[in-house]
């Protein structure tokens, strides 16, 4: 890169300064170590998170926004920052299930952390290559302690796993080590992570660790090779920010960078000056503080550093000559570019983070509110994914005059502000003031944007979001069910069952969810029933939870989990089986209130359905008065694979069905409590409400336990 030290340039003289020390939450003992990757983040294995909670170490869940403190070692001593988990990958066994006592290796195991730190902060991450059979390397207790090197050779790689073997001279690896870098004096870099020592047994009545015997294996560890660190990241889309991709000189951008910079900066000191001033908002080394930088190393830089150019924006803006200005319009030519300086971009994750769960929970309905007009909503599951991707819409089109326009996330965060309380939404938008004053754009344009989200949001508040309950149900052996429950009061789903390979019959099954329905915390003000929602496979949409009763000893009413609560179903296999119409089915969501009802009776041919629906947008639910069988299944699944969020059948009616004509009349909105409504009445008189209908209902500003619902180890 030149005069601009990218990732892996740093001197590494003392390679223990890549060691970051990972504590414990209760004693702030080391729970093992982790190294830096990025500009703010941390890579460490997933165990020693666990560890530093207070968790059982294998334990698959995700932390969701517990605070892990870490240790950083420079010249100057240690420095503490606090850090949340970014991206979980669990511990799994080689089958995908859940790691057991016993077992000596495991796959996963990595967890990715965001530091509470400003760009230029962490020192700059060291180099990764892959890890090769015979590679000398060195290990650091998480400590950091230069003392604690330990010299190992790798003697084994064998797919997943690389086996490492200590001299017998010096340290041996042991607790404190994992998560932390295999470092390779020859190739001066990173080649795997520390995962597992093998060490004695421990006595089986006193758990104490057994006396080393000449048949123990001595000094055996096994860690994770880089290249498997990559092949567990790459699918998450977070190696692209670490590795950025080389420069092409021959890239017309890079020649009018090239330009611009020798313009703006003629001399060599100001581009010494104005380097310094961008590496370090870049959080990157640079060469010298006197040779100064070419105007193609300004432009390479410019071009590799997908925050460079809005950092230099930032840099100049008190220039004469619009020198900002035109950085701007250069970074328009640059598709790489984003939107925030590295300092807003870490603002903007800090804030944030901090946010009520209660709003966080509402980030995907707040983009579609704000950006109605967008082709393809962006998924709000993941923080970074949903940043980045707003972070590549462009303004909205609002703007008179030759007028900057406001982007798409500057108005999204106007409307995440609106739903915040004193002083979250201050502080937002003084956030967004500062990035709209650095865009040139009005403030005029960005208090009318703010105005229809203070709008929004109160409509917003005068529909209280509704409690619920998610309910996991999947077959056991005949006649039983497993269960796995979760409650959201508006903050997204948290789990309130313990993970167990029971067994539940129907009135077992119906007694432990009134159980915890019971314990949900309703809003005073909100006297409806909380929603229960059964997440089901493909083949139990027509299983009827609905009806399941209690049937307590001694109590004076059934129990009947549809006639209490409003019971709607779930199939996540079936909507996220083709992604390609998850767009679909968060466009169709944001119409729920205006949307049309498409009915599907004897008459229709299956076969249209497909085409039909994909034209219809605004179709948010589908009616199906068909009688049971093979071909009412596959109209019922086709809805749901193209993102229907809304359908009604009728479980057992033949010929026309009473309950699906009953609900026509219910706006969309009503049906969860139109659908218990009716049950409750078909439960007192059967001969007058014959039908038994399924309401499948996918809403998509609420998230369900993804994780869960994939993963083996959790539905097991």
């Known amino acids: 890169m030149g005069w601009f030290l990218m990732a892996g340039t740093a001197p590494d003289d003392d390679p223990a300064r890549h060691v970051v020390t990972v504590r414990r939450k209760d004693d702030g003992l080391v729970a093992g170590a982790g190294l830096v990757v990025g500009a703010d983040t941390v890579l460490t294995c997933a165990h020693v998170v666990n560890d530093a909670l207070g968790r059982p170490l294998f334990d698959p869940r995700e932390p969701e926004r517990s605070v892990i403190v870490v240790e950083l070692h420079g010249m100057l001593g240690a420095r503490q920052y606090f850090a949340h988990v970014e991206h979980w990958i669990p511990p799994r066994s080689e089958d995908g299930g859940r790691v057991l006592k016993g077992d000596v290796t495991w796959l996963g195991d990595l967890a990715v952390l965001r530091l509470q730190a400003t760009a230029g902060e962490l020192p700059a991450p060291p180099r990764r290559t892959a890890m090769s059979p015979d590679q000398k390397v060195q290990a650091w207790h998480g400590s950091g302690n230069e003392a604690t090197f330990a010299d190992l050779t790798v003697t084994l790689l064998v797919g997943p796993f690389g086996y490492v073997d200590g001299s017998p001279t010096g340290m041996a690896v042991g607790p404190g080590y994992s998560g932390g870098p295999l470092w390779s004096p020859y190739h001066r870099a990173v080649v795997g992570l520390v995962a597992a020592a093998f060490l004695p047994g421990r006595d089986p009545d006193s758990g104490a660790q057994l006396p080393y015997s000449p048949q123990d294996m001595t000094r055996r560890s096994w860690a994770i090779p880089w290249q498997r660190v990559e092949a567990e990241l790459r699918a998450l889309g977070f190696l692209d920010a670490l590795s950025p991709k080389p420069v092409d000189p021959e890239d017309p951008a890079f020649g009018i960078l090239a330009d611009l910079v020798a313009d703006l900066l003629p001399s060599g000191n100001t581009r010494v000056e104005f380097g310094r001033r961008l590496a370090r908002a870049c959080g990157v080394r640079y060469g010298s503080d006197v040779t100064p930088p070419t105007p193609e190393e300004f432009a390479s830089f410019l071009l590799a550093h997908p925050r460079a150019l809005a950092a230099l924006a930032a840099v100049l803006r008190r220039e004469p000559g619009g020198a900002s200005r035109r950085v701007l319009a250069a970074a328009g030519l640059v598709r790489s570019a984003k939107l925030l300086s590295p300092q807003e971009y870490v603002e903007l994750r800090e804030r944030l983070r901090l946010l009520d769960p209660a709003v966080l929970g509402r980030l995907a309905e707040a983009v579609r509110a704000a950006l109605p007009h967008l082709a393809v909503f962006p998924d709000g599951e993941d923080l970074d994914a949903l940043l980045d991707q707003l972070e590549a819409h462009p303004g909205d089109g609002r703007s008179a005059g030759g007028e900057a326009r406001v982007p798409a996330l500057l108005r999204v965060m106007e409307y995440v502000a609106a739903l915040c309380v004193e002083p979250q939404q201050s502080e937002l938008r003084l956030w967004a003031n500062g990035v709209t004053s650095r865009l040139g754009v009005a403030q005029a344009a960005l208090d009318e944007r703010r105005w229809d989200a203070k709008v929004w949001a109160r409509s917003v508040r005068d529909r209280a979001t509704r409690g619920r309950v ?63 929602e059964v997440l089901v496979d493909r083949k139990s949409l027509d299983l009827p939870v609905d009806e399941w009763k209690a049937r307590v000893p001694g109590e004076l009413v059934p129990g009947v989990l549809g006639v209490e609560f409003p019971l709607v179903v779930h199939c996540p296999e079936l909507l996220r089986r083709h992604g390609r119409f998850l767009p679909h089915w968060r466009t169709r969501w944001s119409r729920i209130d205006s949307g049309r009802t498409f009915l599907v009776d004897e008459s229709t041919d299956p076969d249209s359905l497909y085409p039909t629906l994909l034209n219809q947008l605004d179709t948010v639910r589908v009616s199906v008065d068909v009688s049971p069988g093979p071909a009412r299944d596959r109209i019922v699944q086709t809805c749901l694979v193209l993102g229907i969020p809304v359908v009604v059948w009728d479980r057992s009616a033949d010929g026309r069905s009473h309950a699906v004509q009953h609900m026509a009349e219910l706006a969309t909105r009503e049906l969860p409590d139109g659908v218990r409504s009716y049950r409750a009445d078909a439960f007192a008189n059967r001969p007058e409400f014959p039908g038994r209908p399924v309401l499948a209902w996918a809403d998509a500003d609420r998230t369900v336990p993804r994780l869960q619902l994939t993963e083996p180890q959790e539905s097991a």
């Open 470 to 532: 998610l309910v996991e149900v999947t077959r056991a052996e005949r006649g039983r069910h497993r269960l796995g429950i979760w409650c959201d009061e508006g903050s997204g789903p948290r789990r309130v069952s313990a993970e167990s390979v029971g067994s539940y019959s129907s009135p077992e099954a119906a007694r432990e969810v009134l159980r915890v329905v019971t314990s949900l915390t309703s809003d005073a003000k909100d006297a409806r029933p909380p929603l229960v």
